[in-house]
Nanobody, 115 residues
Framework: QVQLVESGGGLVQPGGSLRLSCAAS????????MGWYRQPPGREREWVAT???????NYVDSLKGRVIISRENDKNTVYLQMNSLKAEDTAVYYC?????????WGQGTQVTVSS
């Protein structure tokens, strides 16, 4: 069982930045892929970005240029740097990992973009 713990959410003004962190209980080398999803209020959960064990990254088109996913292997942590935040980025952000075909989710961290 992989435990994922997100942190770094909060209230930020439009145009601001946040960096979310996801700490894994396992070495992230054991995880085929890690990523971030988000669930805006009243909407379905949607994919944001992923990073593979090999370091390849992918982003949803609507957020390209504003978010960067990265990893710090010795800390078993994956990050999501979010810039130029907009009100529509308000959501609960969830960390995701897959290992041996099994999905794992964090508890989520709230990001609110508001003036």
């Amino acid at each position: 069982q992989v435990q994922l713990v997100e942190s770094g959410g909060g209230l930020v003004q439009p145009g601001g930045s946040l960096r979310l962190s996801c700490a894994a209980s396992e070495s992230i080398f054991a995880l085929n892929v890690m990523g971030w999803y988000r669930q805006p209020p009243g909407r379905e959960r949607e994919w944001v970005a992923t990073i593979t064990r090999g370091g390849n990254t992918n982003y949803v088109d609507s957020l390209k240029g504003r978010v960067i996913i990265s990893r710090e292997n010795d800390k078993n942590t994956v990050y999501l740097q979010m810039n130029s935040l907009k009100a529509e980025d308000t959501a609960v952000y969830y960390c995701y990992a897959a290992m041996m075909g099994n999905p794992y989710w964090g508890q989520g961290t709230q990001v609110t973009v508001s003036s």
